[in-house]
């Protein structure tokens, strides 16, 4: 990440229709091979979406067969594959990593999961003061980048807070939860265009081999664009990725302060030419849910300096079963059959003696909702309500 990017702009675009890995060894074939990327680094960083327990297959996490793939390239060169990824606050990391199966897929693909401490701290942080910057002056990334190569792997999808999140939203999952604090807290659109001024991927791929549109970045809709989009330079892969889903991308606010700031980058564009492949309903405006999410993490200062360490405002709140995305049980449709309890990846989460849900142990990965043969399960919320 810290040597200065030599290749052109270029972006590519990919099918997936044979397969993601192997449309993912094309795609960085097209923009240069990974061997451009790499120049002699030791490490690469592969920056996934894992932002919460929900499965590649909803569009909102990164594909597993696109990081493989990935680290594999990277081997190939020479470098360790290391992956970094924090899910967000209101998440536990080591369920989420359960739910996934993410410990498991790097030891089997030779990857490292670098488990860097989310509340920051010198040992695995080093501080970041880009001198453009307008809102976060001052935040941290991971020591190790200072001597590896980043390579962001965001998805295409919606999100209700940033309307859309693709390269240049999701390198937030790899700064300490303090910084992301000040981000929800102070103008999240301008913080986002701010990072991006301190941290620059080595190399973008953006999954949207399902994608996910309406009211993502959790709960919308799986959208089966079946394309990957590559590129050097995250603005130009972003707004790349809007003309495939016919986004206006100032439509979608910090694309649109980065354009206002930083002008619109050129590139070449390289491989399939598929035109808009869907138009992506974008997620409703929830004032008050984003109002809402923006006081939790005001009121997260005052709450943190009491409260344990690695406890936020955010996490303790969902955990009362009260608010946020969350599962219930009807006692008038169960048949206490069992297959949520089977199905739930963690233990001790559901109560059939007492059809409850302990909201403190459940990660929303709605699963258990998935599965229930009776439909016996809805899902309350502001986001990703559904019967
Ligand atoms: S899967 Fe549905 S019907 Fe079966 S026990 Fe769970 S909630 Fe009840
Ligand atoms: S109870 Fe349901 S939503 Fe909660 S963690 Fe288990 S399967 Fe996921």
Partial sequence: MVVTQTAADTVAITRTFDGIEEA????????????????????????????????????????????????????????????????????????????????????????RLLRVDPEGGEADWVALQPSSAKTMRHF????????????????????????????????????????????????????????????????NIVDGSVGQDGEGPLYGDAANLQVLVAGRNSLAVDLACCELVDVDPRAIPHLKLALEQWGKPWWTQVGDDPGVIKHFSLPPKKRLYNTAFQVMFWLDYPYTLFAKRGKHMVTTLYKTGLVGTRPIISAEKCTHCGVCVDTCPLPNVIDLKALKIDARGCERCLLCYEACPEKAISVAGFSGARQ
């Fill in 24 to 111: 993912t060894h094309r795609i960085i074939e097209q923009v240069g091979g990974m061997a451009s990327v790499i120049r002699g680094a030791k490490y690469a960083i592969l920056k996934p979406n894992l932002v919460a327990g929900r499965s590649a297959e909803t569009g909102s996490t990164t594909s597993f067969a696109l990081m493989k793939a990935v680290a594999e390239e990277v081997r190939a060169c020479g470098a360790e594959p290391l992956l970094c990824e924090t899910p967000g606050t209101e998440f536990d990391r080591e369920a989420t990593y359960t739910i996934l199966g993410i410990e498991q897929f790097c030891a089997e693909h030779g990857i």
């Fill in 140 to 203: 941290h990334m991971p020591r190790i980048l200072q001597e590896a190569r980043l390579i962001n792997l965001p998805v295409l999808k919606t999100h209700v807070v940033s309307t859309m999140t693709l390269s240049m939203k999701n390198l937030m999952g790899i700064l300490p939860r303090p910084d992301r604090r000040h981000m929800h807290a102070f103008d999240i659109h301008q913080c986002i265009v701010d990072m991006n001024l301190g941290i620059k991927p080595d190399l």
